[in-house]
C-alpha cells in the first residue's frame, strides 16, 4: 500500500472523496473495491456520517463497498447478487448505468458482451 505524505493511503483518500461526492450530490452511488484490512474503517465512516451502504465480497482480500441513496441501493440489491464477473450483459448494463459511467461506452461494453456469449453458445453445439 502506497502511503502518501500526510500518512492516510492513497485507498482512503479515493474513498473519502467518493464521500465528499456523494455529500455534494455529484453522485448519487458509489461503487467501491477496497482492501478488507479497510473495510471496518470504511463502515465506520459511512454510519457516522448516516449514509446508506451494504458490502459484497470482491475476493480473498478485497470487499465491493456499495453506498448512496436507499432508492438506489435497492435497486442494486436486486441486480448484483452474485459476483460481479457473474452478472449477465444486461445485469452488467444496468449496474454500470446506475453507477453513472458513460452511457456510450457502456452500450459499446454490453454489445460486446452479448457478441462474445453469442459466440460461445455457437461454440458449444
Do not use: W
Not at 30 to 53: D, F, Q
Not at 89 to 117: M, S, T, V
Amino acid at each position: 500500500m502506497v502511503m502518501l505524505s500526510c500518512g492516510i493511503p492513497g485507498e482512503i483518500k479515493v474513498f473519502l472523496n467518493h464521500i465528499y461526492e456523494y455529500k455534494k450530490g455529484v453522485r448519487h452511488l458509489i461503487l467501491y473495491t477496497l482492501n478488507k484490512c479497510y473495510e471496518p474503517m470504511a463502515v465506520e465512516r459511512l454510519e457516522s456520517e448516516g449514509i446508506n451502504y451494504f458490502t459484497q465480497e470482491a475476493g480473498s482480500q478485497s470487499v465491493n463497498l456499495y453506498f448512496g441513496r436507499p432508492e438506489c441501493l435497492a435497486a442494486i440489491h436486486l441486480i448484483a447478487t452474485k459476483p460481479l464477473n457473474l452478472l449477465s450483459p444486461e445485469e452488467d448494463f444496468i449496474l454500470g448505468a446506475l453507477l453513472g459511467y458513460d452511457l456510450r461506452l457502456q452500450c459499446e461494453r454490453y454489445c460486446h458482451q452479448k457478441k462474445k456469449r453469442g459466440q460461445k453458445a455457437m461454440q458449444a453445439k
